[in-house]
C-alpha cells in the first residue's frame, strides 16, 4: 500500500513540487519515497511506500521494466502476481527477475500482454500511473472494484494526478475553485460520487477503468475519456443471464466456500504481520473463519467497542473470536475518545464526507495498526448478496406504491407531504415525509434514489448547484431487489464505504484488504440464483450456510446494527457548540454555499428534539469542517494524524 503522485507538463521544478505532495501524503507511505523525472518529457513521478511484498530496495518504486521502456508509480496489491509470474515464465516472456514484488510482474505483463490484458489478468486492488518511454504515453488505472483512489486533472498548463487531493494541493497552478454541482451530489449522498471530486477541473477514475494521455492531450488540456477493461454493471447482467445449478444446498454452499477460500488465501499474502478487524457480524466473521481455516497460527482479529447500549458489539465479536480461537485484541471506548477524533475527519478524509461510522472506523484502524500493517475486513457482503434491510423495505414499498396509477401518486405524494407540518411526534412525521417524496418516483431506479437520499432535493440546498446525471439514471436490467444490490455496488460501494476504509486505515499505514469483493467473488455471486441469496426475509442465506459450518449459528444469528455512533444525541449534548458555530446564519450567509434557511430550519428541529436530522446534519457540518480546513489558510499542514 502507498501513494503516488505525478506532473506532465511545463512546470519547471517538478522535484520540489513533489517533494511537498510526497510529505502531505507520507502517512500512506511511511517506509521510503522515490522520485523520477524524464525531463526531455517533461514528466515526473513520485511514490511513498509502505513495503508489504519484497520489503528490500528491489520492491523501490518508481520503477522502470526490465526493457527500460516502461516507468510506474503503483499503490496496491496483486494476489496473484506470482501465477502471473508463473505464465510469464512458461510462455518465454518473463524478465530476469530482481525480486519479488508484484510492481515487477506488473511491469513484465505490461510490457509482454500490453495495458489492457494485464489490467485484466490482474486480481487486486490498485492504482496505477504507467509511462511509456517510447511512445510518450502516460496510462492511468484503477482497480475492478474502486478500493484505491486515483485522482487526476490539470494544474495550470500541467496534467497531474495523486492518490489523494492533499497531494495535488502544493503543485503551482492547482485551482482552488469548488465545485458546487459535486457539492450538490455530495448532500444527497453524504460523499462525492465518481468521477466528480469537489475541485473544478479534478475528477476521479471509476473502478474498473483505465485511461491513455498523450502530449496532444495535455498540450491542449484535454481530459480523454475512460476506458473501461472491467464492469460491474455488465459483469452482474452477464452472470445473470447463465444461472449456476446445484443438486443441493450442500453443494452450492461447498462451491461458495471454495470461492471465499481462494480470494482470502490470495489476500493473506503478506511479508509482514497482518490481522483482521472481527465485528461478530456475518461477512467479518465468514471472512475470519476463513482465514483461520487456512492458518497454522491463531489470526489477529481487532474490535472496539462502546459503553453506550444499542452501540456495543464488541462481546459478540469476542464470543466468535474464543471460538474460532484468533489472538483477539479489544478495545472499549468512550464517547470522549470518539468526540476527540472529529476534529480530525477532515484532514483525513481530504474532500467533505459524512458517513458518521468513519468514526468507529478510525478507532479500530488506529488499534488495529498498533499490531499488524495488514488487516482483512468484511465489507461488501451486503452489496453481493443482499443484506441490508433496507433491500426489503423498499422491495415490499415499491411493488405497493406501483400499482398506484402514475397521475394520482404525485398529488398523494404532495399531500402527505403537506401533513407532516400538523402537529404529531418527530417520529412519525418523518416516516409520513419520506413516503410523500418515495410516492412521486416515476421509476423503481429513483424511488430507491430517493429512498437513501439525504437531501431530496440538493440543488435548494447548494447555492447555484446542479446535479449531474448520475447512475440511478440508468435503467436496471433483474428484479428490484437486484438492482438495487448493483446500484448500491456501483455507487455506495466504491465512494462510501470503500473510501471510508481507505482513508481512515491509511491515515494511520495500515493496508486493507476486501476478500468479499475480489472480482471472481463477485462473478459468482451473480451467477447464483437468487433464492441462495435470499431467502423469505433472510438475506445472505448461502453465505451464512458456509459460516454456520465454522461458527455456531447461535452466535451470529442477530439484526445487523452497523457501525454506528449516537450522533443524535451527540449533537444535541457534546457536539452541539461546536454544530452552533459551523452552522452559525452569518457564516452560512457569508461564505455562499449553503442557503441557510433549510439548514437552520432542520438544526433547530433537531436540537429541540421534535425531529432527528443528524445524517442530514453530518452533511453539512462535514463540509463546514472542511471548509475551516481546506480554504481557511490550514491547507499548508501535514498529512492526517492519528497515531
Known amino acids: 500500500m502507498c501513494g503516488i503522485v505525478g506532473i506532465w507538463g511545463p512546470l519547471a521544478n517538478k522535484e520540489q513540487a513533489l517533494s511537498e505532495s510526497c510529505r502531505r501524503i507520507r502517512h500512506r507511505g511511511p517506509d521510503s519515497n522515490g522520485y523520477w523525472e524524464d525531463p526531455e518529457a517533461g514528466l515526473a513521478l513520485a511514490h511513498v511506500r509502505l513495503a508489504i511484498l519484497d520489503l528490500t530496495e528491489a520492491g523501490h518504486q518508481p520503477m522502470t521494466s526490465a526493457c527500460g521502456r516502461y516507468v510506474?508509480?503503483?499503490?496496491?496489491?496483486?494476489?496473484?502476481?506470482?501465477?502471473?509470474?508463473?505464465?510469464?515464465?512458461?510462455?518465454?516472456?518473463?524478465?530476469?527477475?530482481?525480486g519479488h514484488s508484484d510492481t515487477e510482474t506488473l511491469l513484465a505483463g505490461f510490457t509482454a500482454l500490453g495495458v489492457e490484458s494485464t489490467l485484466q489478468a490482474a486480481v487486486g486492488m490498485f492504482a496505477i500511473a504507467l509511462w511509456d518511454r517510447a511512445a510518450r504515453k502516460l496510462v492511468l488505472a484503477r482497480d475492478r472494484m474502486g478500493e484505491k483512489p486515483?485522482?487526476?486533472?490539470?494544474?495550470?498548463?500541467?496534467?497531474?494526478?495523486?492518490?489523494?487531493?492533499?497531494?495535488?494541493?502544493?503543485?503551482?497552478?492547482?485551482?482552488r475553485n469548488l465545485n458546487r454541482n459535486a457539492l450538490a451530489s455530495f448532500m444527497r449522498h453524504n460523499y462525492i460520487p465518481a468521477?466528480?471530486?469537489?475541485?473544478?477541473?479534478?475528477?476521479?477514475?471509476?473502478?474498473?477503468?483505465?485511461?491513455?494521455?498523450?502530449?496532444?492531450d495535455t498540450r491542449s488540456r484535454r481530459m480523454p475519456q475512460p476506458r473501461a477493461y472491467w464492469s460491474a454493471r455488465d459483469e452482474a447482467d452477464t452472470a445473470s443471464q447463465s444461472l449456476l445449478s446445484f443438486d443441493s444446498d450442500e453443494q452450492a454452499a461447498d462451491a461458495l466456500e471454495q470461492v471465499l477460500s481462494r480470494s482470502v488465501a490470495g489476500q493473506m499474502l503478506?511479508?509482514?504481520?497482518?490481522?483482521?478487524?472481527?465485528?461478530?457480524?456475518?461477512?467479518?466473521?465468514?471472512?475470519?473463519?476463513?482465514?483461520?481455516?487456512?492458518?497454522?497460527?491463531?489470526?489477529?482479529?481487532?474490535?472496539?467497542?462502546?459503553?453506550?447500549?444499542?452501540?456495543?458489539?464488541?462481546?459478540?465479536?469476542?464470543?466468535?473470536?474464543?471460538?474460532?480461537?484468533?489472538?483477539?485484541?479489544?478495545?472499549?471506548?468512550?464517547?470522549?475518545?470518539?468526540?476527540?477524533?472529529?476534529?480530525?475527519?477532515?484532514?483525513?478524509y481530504d474532500e467533505p464526507f459524512a458517513d458518521s461510522s468513519q468514526i468507529p472506523t478510525s478507532l479500530v484502524t488506529r488499534m488495529a495498526r498498533q499490531h499488524v500493517t495488514v488487516a482483512l475486513s468484511g465489507d461488501g457482503g451486503d452489496e453481493l448478496f443482499g443484506g441490508y434491510s433496507r433491500y426489503f423495505r423498499v422491495n415490499r414499498w415499491w411493488d405497493q406504491i406501483s400499482r398506484v396509477p402514475g397521475l394520482l401518486r404525485h398529488p398523494a405524494g404532495a399531500l402527505l407531504s403537506a401533513s407532516t407540518h400538523l402537529p404529531g411526534r418527530g417520529a412519525w412525521r418523518g416516516k409520513v415525509g419520506k413516503l410523500g417524496e418515495l410516492m412521486r418516483a416515476g421509476s423503481r431506479e429513483e424511488f430507491y434514489r430517493l429512498f437513501v437520499s439525504y437531501w431530496s432535493d440538493p440543488a435548494q440546498?447548494?447555492?447555484?448547484?446542479?446535479?449531474?446525471?448520475?447512475?440511478?439514471?440508468?435503467?436496471?436490467?433483474?428484479?428490484?431487489?437486484?438492482?438495487?444490490?448493483?446500484?448500491?455496488?456501483?455507487?455506495?460501494?466504491?465512494?462510501?464505504?470503500?473510501?471510508?476504509?481507505?482513508?481512515?486505515?491509511?491515515?494511520?499505514s495500515l493496508e486493507t484488504r476486501v476478500p468479499l469483493i475480489d472480482h471472481?467473488?463477485?462473478?459468482?455471486?451473480?451467477?447464483?440464483?437468487?433464492?441462495?441469496?435470499?431467502?423469505?426475509?433472510?438475506?445472505?442465506?448461502?453465505?451464512?450456510?458456509?459460516?454456520?459450518?465454522?461458527?455456531?449459528?447461535?452466535?451470529?444469528?442477530?439484526?445487523?446494527?452497523?457501525?454506528?455512533?449516537?450522533?443524535?444525541?451527540?449533537?444535541?449534548?457534546?457536539?452541539?457548540?461546536?454544530?452552533?458555530?459551523l452552522l452559525d446564519p452569518a457564516r452560512l450567509r457569508q461564505e455562499g454555499w449553503f442557503e441557510p434557511e433549510p439548514i437552520l430550519r432542520k438544526w433547530r428541529e433537531h436540537r429541540s428534539?421534535?425531529?432527528?436530522?443528524?445524517?442530514?446534519?453530518?452533511?453539512?457540518?462535514?463540509?463546514?469542517?472542511?471548509?475551516?480546513?481546506?480554504?481557511g489558510g490550514a491547507d499548508q499542514g501535514g498529512s492526517a494524524g492519528g497515531r
Open 72 to 98: 510506474m508509480v503503483f499503490n496496491g496489491e496483486i494476489y496473484n502476481h506470482l501465477d502471473i509470474r508463473s505464465q510469464l515464465e512458461k510462455s518465454g516472456l518473463a524478465p530476469a527477475w530482481r
Open 270 to 348: 503478506s511479508d509482514v504481520a497482518l490481522g483482521a478487524f472481527l465485528s461478530g457480524g456475518i461477512d467479518s466473521s465468514t471472512i475470519v473463519a476463513l482465514m483461520q481455516a487456512q492458518s497454522a497460527q491463531p489470526v489477529r482479529t481487532f474490535a472496539i467497542g462502546f459503553h453506550e447500549k444499542g452501540y456495543d458489539e464488541a462481546q459478540h465479536a469476542k464470543a466468535v473470536a474464543t471460538h474460532l480461537g484468533t489472538d483477539h485484541t479489544e478495545l472499549y471506548v468512550t464517547a470522549e475518545d470518539a468526540l476527540a477524533v472529529v476534529p480530525t475527519l477532515a484532514d483525513m
Open 461 to 508: 440546498v447548494v447555492k447555484g448547484g446542479v446535479e449531474p446525471p448520475s447512475e440511478f439514471a440508468r435503467t436496471m436490467k433483474g428484479s428490484t431487489f437486484e438492482s438495487m444490490m448493483k446500484l448500491d455496488t456501483i455507487t455506495y460501494l466504491p465512494d462510501d464505504i470503500l473510501v471510508k476504509v481507505d482513508r481512515a486505515a491509511m491515515a494511520v
Open 150 to 175: 486515483l485522482y487526476y486533472g490539470y494544474s495550470g498548463a500541467n496534467l497531474v494526478f495523486a492518490s489523494e487531493l492533499k497531494g495535488l494541493m502544493p503543485i503551482p497552478g492547482f485551482g
Open 609 to 631: 428534539g421534535h425531529r432527528n436530522w443528524d445524517s442530514h446534519l453530518w452533511g453539512v457540518l462535514m463540509m463546514q469542517a472542511w471548509l475551516d480546513r481546506y480554504r
Open 520 to 581: 471472481r467473488v463477485y462473478e459468482f455471486a451473480w451467477s447464483l440464483p437468487h433464492r441462495y441469496k435470499v431467502r423469505g426475509n433472510t438475506g445472505k442465506w448461502l453465505l451464512r450456510q458456509v459460516l454456520y459450518r465454522h461458527v455456531p449459528q447461535a452466535l451470529v444469528d442477530r439484526p445487523k446494527r452497523g457501525f454506528a455512533v449516537p450522533l443524535a444525541a451527540w449533537l444535541r449534548g457534546p457536539l452541539r457548540e461546536w454544530a452552533d458555530a
Open 195 to 216: 468521477p466528480q471530486s469537489i475541485y473544478e477541473g479534478i475528477a476521479k477514475l471509476p473502478p474498473g477503468c483505465w485511461v491513455e494521455f498523450t502530449a496532444d
